[in-house]
């Protein structure tokens, strides 16, 4: 934040994204540009194009890749990232590349490898065109009441503050909410027994860059961490685990057996998995909150 200062208060000018939130991709991504990734695109991306499941995404990407190539941001040679394409030290992919990256320090060039100057702007201008909104919240943490029903949860159940406090929705220090217009969702990644949050647009905005609740959350809360602030005050459920690809099916082949429909058996936990999971733990008296962890399938195991 310091060594950057002047280009990250430019990028706020021009983009309106705040700098921690820049810095704070930037640090999970690629550990400040440290950590980008060795292998070859080209050669990553045909081969997830020949075979595997993710074919389709392969091609998009490979001929994105090559695009790149062809106008000359970067050498073959350098060409390099991860196993699926992810490439720079923001970890764009080519076709979010060849639609987002821009040229900040001025050399002509879209440099997401070696200009840090070019990934934080290609990054801030990626999250200005996925709506993020200048000076509005991300995430807050909040208490929820005793009685919440966890049917209200989830990222797709987005409501007013106002309608949040008049469902006994507090803050995590169990003052009250702000009421407004303003609209959030309530999400609890670890299930019940862990913190609670309502997250914002800005929230989703970063989700557009990686669709993952866990992702965007480590985002905002280290940027509230480089500004001085931001511990999550509610203990995460260290003896309910989230479970691994394996366990997951497992869980899934245990609902199934149940009676309970969780589409395809894959270990991918989708919408039909977690209305599963709901309807188990309805059944079982417990909180339906649709959390896949290691208790949950140390009861399933249990018969």
Same mark, same amino acid.
């Given at each position: /934040?310091? !060594?950057?200062?002047?280009?990250?208060? #430019?990028?706020?000018?021009?983009f309106g994204v705040d700098r921690h939130i820049l810095v704070a991709i930037w640090g999970l991504e690629s550990a400040y540009g440290t950590r980008m990734g060795e292998l070859n695109i080209i050669r990553s991306l045909a081969t997830l194009a020949y075979t595997g499941s993710r074919r389709k995404f392969g091609f998009k990407q490979l001929i994105g890749a090559l695009k790149i190539l062809e106008r000359g941001d970067v050498p073959v040679s350098k060409f390099q990232g991860s196993w699926a394409g992810a490439m720079g030290q923001t970890q764009f992919i080519p076709t979010t590349y060849n639609s987002f990256a821009v040229d900040i320090d001025g050399d002509g060039r879209r440099n997401v490898w070696t200009s840090a100057a070019d990934a934080? *702007?290609?990054?801030?201008?990626? /999250?200005?065109?996925?709506?993020? #909104?200048? *000076?509005?919240?991300?995430?807050?943490?909040?208490?929820?009441?005793? #009685?919440?029903?966890? #049917?209200?949860?989830g990222l797709r159940k987005s409501r007013t503050m106002a309608k949040w406090i008049a469902m006994?929705?507090? =803050?995590? =220090? *169990?003052?009250? /909410?702000? !009421? !407004?217009?303003?609209? *959030?969702?309530?999400?609890?990644?670890a299930g019940a027994n862990g913190p609670a949050f309502i997250v914002f647009n800005n929230f989703r905005s970063i989700l557009r860059y990686n669709n993952a609740v866990s992702y965007a959350l480590a985002v905002s809360y280290l940027a509230k961490r480089f500004k001085g602030n931001g511990e999550i005050v509610r203990r995460w459920p260290l003896e309910n685990l989230p479970l691994n690809l394996a366990q997951n099916r497992e869980l899934q082949e245990l609902l199934s057996k149940r009676g309970h429909k969780v589409g395809k058996i894959d270990g991918k936990v989708g919408s039909n998995t977690i209305r599963a999971i709901k309807a188990y733990q309805q059944r079982q008296g417990l909180k339906a909150d649709g959390y896949p962890g290691s208790a949950l399938l140390k009861r399933l195991r249990k018969g």
């Amino acid at each position: /934040l310091r !060594s950057h200062k002047a280009t990250l208060r #430019k990028l706020e000018r021009r983009f309106g994204v705040d700098r921690h939130i820049l810095v704070a991709i930037w640090g999970l991504e690629s550990a400040y540009g440290t950590r980008m990734g060795e292998l070859n695109i080209i050669r990553s991306l045909a081969t997830l194009a020949y075979t595997g499941s993710r074919r389709k995404f392969g091609f998009k990407q490979l001929i994105g890749a090559l695009k790149i190539l062809e106008r000359g941001d970067v050498p073959v040679s350098k060409f390099q990232g991860s196993w699926a394409g992810a490439m720079g030290q923001t970890q764009f992919i080519p076709t979010t590349y060849n639609s987002f990256a821009v040229d900040i320090d001025g050399d002509g060039r879209r440099n997401v490898w070696t200009s840090a100057a070019d990934a934080l *702007g290609s990054t801030a201008n990626y /999250l200005r065109a996925s709506k993020w #909104k200048k *000076g509005a919240p991300t995430v807050i943490e909040v208490r929820l009441p005793k #009685k919440f029903n966890f #049917k209200y949860a989830g990222l797709r159940k987005s409501r007013t503050m106002a309608k949040w406090i008049a469902m006994g929705v507090r =803050d995590v =220090d *169990g003052s009250r /909410l702000r !009421s !407004s217009t303003k609209r *959030g969702a309530v999400v609890v990644p670890a299930g019940a027994n862990g913190p609670a949050f309502i997250v914002f647009n800005n929230f989703r905005s970063i989700l557009r860059y990686n669709n993952a609740v866990s992702y965007a959350l480590a985002v905002s809360y280290l940027a509230k961490r480089f500004k001085g602030n931001g511990e999550i005050v509610r203990r995460w459920p260290l003896e309910n685990l989230p479970l691994n690809l394996a366990q997951n099916r497992e869980l899934q082949e245990l609902l199934s057996k149940r009676g309970h429909k969780v589409g395809k058996i894959d270990g991918k936990v989708g919408s039909n998995t977690i209305r599963a999971i709901k309807a188990y733990q309805q059944r079982q008296g417990l909180k339906a909150d649709g959390y896949p962890g290691s208790a949950l399938l140390k009861r399933l195991r249990k018969g």
